[in-house]
């Protein structure tokens, strides 16, 4: 019974503990009184609490704050610098590294573009961005705090990457390979569910409880925020929605089906379009930008085929909009840099074809975030990971 008790109250303490911490993250600064007041704790328990934060160096003192009447009160402030996190894209042709602070602020970044490389080439860039990163991070009392990937594919519950059939992977333990090389704690996710993340936590969807995050680039996935939670599914495959058949005798799509939703609506659409029209750019790793370009000068081939895409767009859009009812649509990735010539005809389109009342309250925006959603999301990952481990052991995925 001893043991029971001495273990209930240590569990408690953490509790606590996590509570107070939380409440200074959220509301940095804010004096000790105030804390015990929001958290409905006594103002010994808050301030030992503080103390154990303050030796380890996740907050600090700053001040004083203004006064209610009596002497003014020390200010207590989360310390942002306590560590770094590693948030990685890896797209299908480019890996986006960025360097943050634990609350999400970029502080390097890194990014290259390739073609057609295999893992262990990609592997090889990847280590490489990932020691320039480690290397750019300022002395902290914790360093670099965890590395977060973002990969297009399916990844299972283990964080092992099933298939990225874009990338032409099957059964990769990256994690596992990262770890080895780094000696970090590192988390792999699927890049919609990353995007969705970041997006909740750093961009345009802070507000809302229920939202589909669409990120659409030589691919498309979709991330899938419900009740506030992130939704991974049963298995964690949820959001494998690029690959929904909106044309049942479609051309064969790389994951050995035929008609899948990305063939028609993203970066892969927009290349076999400009082949067709006998487009070609000096950078095959853009073509996009170079559409962008053109549609800005105005050529019809160019703003057709993004009007065609927007289209495309919206028809797996009112699949998922009259599926879940979100309050709110995001679109992210590369073709979001689209925006000005894809908005109107997707909005017309989801407004003609969508069921009204799968309408009612919806909002369709364009991420402004743009290309570093999943990045974002990956640092943020890791870091909420490390604060979570830090006070009870569990790692615990949680929104906010």
């Not at 103390?51 to 907050?59: D, G």
């Not at 390097?108 to 990163?133: G, S």
């Not at 495959?237 to 479609?250: L, N, V």
Request: glycine share 8%.
């Amino acid at each position: 019974m001893k043991t029971n008790r001495t273990w209930n109250q240590y569990v408690v303490k953490q509790e606590n503990k996590s509570l107070v911490f939380n409440t200074i993250r959220q509301d940095t600064p804010i004096s000790r009184a105030e804390i015990a007041q929001q958290v409905g704790l006594n103002k010994g328990t808050v301030s030992s609490l503080v103390s154990e934060l303050i030796n380890e160096e996740l907050i600090g003192e700053v001040g004083p704050g203004e006064s209610s009447g009596g002497r003014r009160p020390v200010m207590l402030f989360f310390n942002k610098k306590a560590g770094y996190s590693i948030g990685i894209d890896l797209g299908v042709n480019y890996i986006l590294g960025v360097l943050t602070d634990l609350q999400g602020n970029i502080l390097k970044q890194k990014q290259i573009m390739f073609d057609n490389l295999t893992y262990e080439e990609i592997l090889a860039h990847l280590n490489e961005i990932i020691q320039k990163l480690i290397t750019s991070a300022a002395q902290s009392p914790y360093g670099v705090i965890g590395i977060g990937v973002a990969v297009p594919g399916i990844v299972n519950k283990e964080e092992k990457i099933l298939l990225a059939p874009n990338l032409n992977w099957r059964n990769i333990s990256l994690k596992e390979e990262l770890q080895n090389q780094f000696n970090i704690p590192v988390i792999i996710e699927n890049e919609a569910n990353a995007g969705a993340y970041g997006e909740v936590q750093f961009g345009i969807g802070k507000e809302n409880k229920e939202i589909v995050y669409v990120s659409v680039g030589v691919g498309i996935g979709v991330g899938l925020v419900l009740n506030n939670q992130l939704y991974k599914g049963n298995n964690g495959f949820s959001g494998e929605m690029g690959h929904m058949t909106i044309d049942a005798h479609g051309a064969k799509c790389s994951c050995g089906s035929e008609g899948c939703w990305e063939l028609y609506a993203s970066e892969k659409a927009l290349i076999q379009l400009a082949k067709k029209n006998n487009i070609h750019t000096s950078d095959p790793y853009d073509l996009l930008s170079h559409m962008i370009q053109l549609a800005k000068n105005n050529d019809p081939v160019a703003l057709e085929a993004f009007n065609e895409i927007s289209k495309y767009l919206a028809i797996g859009i009112n699949n998922i909009v009259n599926s879940f009812n979100p309050e709110q649509v995001i679109i992210g990735n590369r073709m979001s840099a689209a925006k000005q010539w894809l908005e109107k005809p997707l909005l017309d389109s989801i407004n003609n074809k969508s069921l009204w009342f799968s309408q009612k309250d919806l909002k369709v925006d364009f991420s402004n975030l743009h290309t570093h959603s999943n990045a974002l999301g990956m640092a943020a990952f890791s870091a909420e990971k490390f604060l979570e481990v830090n006070f009870s052991g569990n790692e615990v995925m949680i929104i906010k």
